[in-house]
């Protein structure tokens, strides 16, 4: 069975090229283009890893995530990796705090993404 990553991003540029490189990888993609249309996916598929944007109408990327950690007590172990063009420390301890896997910024080549991506899921 393949794995399921939900992407939580609003931002078409990037979803359409990750989604592809992930697909063609052989993983099973979802996409949400709001925090709440995420959360309401991640109750629905349980994916194997969440690659969440911190930028984003609605809810938040930091919202987001503090719901998935506290609102799914039964996905703790899900892997959430915040992807995001925000490269400022502060933004990388806060998403550690509210319990984020890994903090990658979006300038990251797409065979680096996919190598950490099966690195972590695997």
Do not use: W
């Not at 990888?25 to 925090?35: C, L, T």
């Amino acid at each position: 069975m393949k794995k399921r990553i939900l992407i939580i991003d609003d931002d078409q540029d990037f979803i359409n090229p990750t989604k592809y490189m992930l697909e063609n990888a052989g993983y099973e993609v979802v996409v949400a283009r709001n925090g709440k249309e995420g959360l309401s996916l991640f109750g629905e598929k349980t994916p194997d890893l969440v690659l969440l944007d911190i930028v984003m109408p609605t809810m938040d990327g930091f919202e987001v995530l503090h719901s998935l950690r506290n609102d799914f007590p039964d996905c703790a172990d899900v892997p959430i990796v915040m992807l995001t063009a925000k490269s400022d420390m502060e933004y990388t301890f806060q998403a550690r705090a509210f319990g984020a896997t890994e903090y990658i910024v979006k300038s990251i080549e797409a065979r680096e993404l996919l190598n950490r991506v099966n690195e972590i899921i695997s």
